[in-house]
């Protein structure tokens, strides 16, 4: 059996149909307040149950893990998930361990909202252009410049190196890109990044 597997349709697949697709799009959208929330209320929330903040994203982690180990031991699949995730890990633990990972390694604002928005924009931006019908270029090139914009507009506000706008584009595009059987994209588009950023910092002092 093949790694890869091939591209798919996610309205057919989603339980739900297209109300299931339209709410995967949402979490995924909703994604994108997660260092905002972090940054703003994560040490607040540690300091009420002792814990620091580091802590606090692994047992966030941990707990995530837990309830996928016991979602995939029932069989159990909610809307908006797709209907082989009954069997495999689901997009949206993927994507806990790939936000988990990006605080806990990258806990700078400067990495963690472009990594974070990259995800949580980019896929979605990727994938509705891909269901559209649109070339193989279009959605590359797309993705590029949405993508870039993401950090471009985080270099403005938050601080990310500049540098890091043309390079991480173009990598965050072709990480959402394998169609891997068991590991979803959730997570090559946040820990391939990842890898990337922290292979570069010592050379921008960020973290």
């Given at each position: 059996?093949?790694?890869?597997?091939?591209?798919?349709?996610?309205?057919?697949?989603?339980?739900?149909?297209?109300?299931?697709?339209?709410?995967?799009?949402?979490?995924?959208?909703?994604?994108?307040?997660?260092?905002?929330?972090?940054?703003?209320?994560?040490?607040?929330?540690?300091?009420?149950?002792?814990?620091?903040?580091?802590?606090?994203?692994?047992?966030?982690?941990m707990i995530a893990v837990f309830g996928e180990a016991l979602r995939l031991r029932m069989g159990w699949t909610v809307v908006g998930q797709r209907s082989y995730e009954a069997k495999q890990v689901s997009a949206l633990a993927w994507g806990a361990l790939g936000v988990g990972m990006?605080?806990?390694?990258?806990?700078?604002?400067?990495?963690?909202?472009?990594?974070?928005?990259?995800?949580?924009?980019?896929?979605?931006?990727?994938?509705?252009?891909?269901?559209?019908?649109?070339?193989?270029?279009?959605?590359?090139?797309?993705?590029?410049?949405?993508?870039?914009?993401?950090?471009?507009?985080?270099?403005?506000?938050?601080?990310?190196?500049?540098?890091?706008?043309?390079?991480?584009?173009?990598?965050?595009?072709?990480?959402?890109?394998?169609?891997?059987?068991?590991?979803?994209?959730?997570?090559?588009?946040?820990?391939?990044?990842?890898?990337?950023?922290?292979?570069?910092?010592?050379?921008?002092?960020?973290?």
């Amino acid at each position: 059996m093949s790694d890869q597997v091939e591209l798919t349709n996610p309205v057919e697949l989603s339980v739900g149909g297209m109300s299931g697709h339209i709410l995967r799009r949402g979490i995924h959208l909703a994604m994108s307040f997660l260092p905002l929330l972090y940054f703003e209320f994560g040490q607040d929330v540690a300091d009420a149950v002792s814990l620091s903040l580091a802590q606090v994203v692994s047992s966030i982690i941990m707990i995530a893990v837990f309830g996928e180990a016991l979602r995939l031991r029932m069989g159990w699949t909610v809307v908006g998930q797709r209907s082989y995730e009954a069997k495999q890990v689901s997009a949206l633990a993927w994507g806990a361990l790939g936000v988990g990972m990006v605080f806990l390694l990258t806990p700078e604002a400067a990495y963690a909202y472009p990594l974070i928005l990259s995800l949580s924009l980019g896929d979605p931006l990727l994938g509705e252009i891909r269901r559209k019908g649109a070339s193989t270029q279009t959605v590359i090139w797309v993705g590029m410049l949405g993508i870039a914009v993401i950090w471009a507009a985080c270099a403005y506000l938050v601080e990310t190196p500049w540098v890091l706008v043309p390079i991480m584009a173009p990598i965050c595009v072709a990480a959402e890109w394998p169609r891997l059987r068991y590991i979803d994209d959730n997570a090559t588009m946040l820990l391939i990044p990842l890898a990337v950023v922290l292979i570069f910092d010592p050379f921008l002092g960020v973290i």
